[in-house]
């Protein structure tokens, strides 16, 4: 004779089958190709934000940064360029190629006109100089 249980839809069992579905993002890939994304690191200071954003395979030229207010846009455009030899067969390859862009928010306006960018060794750093604060100015009343 088998025990009897009785079915609760709120138990554990069922909530763990259904945890981190509504925290992570859903991504959709394309069946073989594996999902790209500009991998980042940004740091603050008093002054500016300093940004490090990898980039491997990107030529400078085809890179480009757009910043309005405190949003910032990285996209690039990794170009495949084949170089076939007679007699020479690829077996595998697993280099990507395709466009990349990376959009984030920051706490503080930036002054676009100090904006500094460097590309070197596949990393592009960014420096982004916080805009000054409007100073409030006490007016005394007659």
Do not use: C, W
Request: hydrophobic content about 35%.
């Amino acid at each position: 004779m088998s025990a009897l249980t009785r079915f609760d839809p709120f138990s554990a069992d069922l909530d763990d089958m259904f945890k981190g579905l509504f925290v992570r993002p859903v991504r959709f890939d394309i069946e073989g190709l594996p999902h790209l994304q500009i991998k980042l690191e940004v740091k603050r200071n008093d002054d500016a934000y300093t940004v490090s954003a990898e980039l491997p395979g990107v030529k400078k030229e085809d890179i480009h940064v757009e910043v309005d207010g405190n949003q910032v846009t990285i996209s690039a455009e990794v170009k495949k360029e084949s170089e076939e030899k007679k007699g020479e067969l690829v077996l595998r390859s697993e280099r990507y190629y395709g466009k990349l862009e990376r959009g984030f928010t920051l706490d503080s306006d930036i002054d676009e006109s100090k904006v500094e960018a460097k590309y070197a060794d596949g990393v592009l750093k960014l420096v982004l100089p916080k805009k000054a604060r409007a100073t409030s100015k006490r007016i005394s009343v007659k």
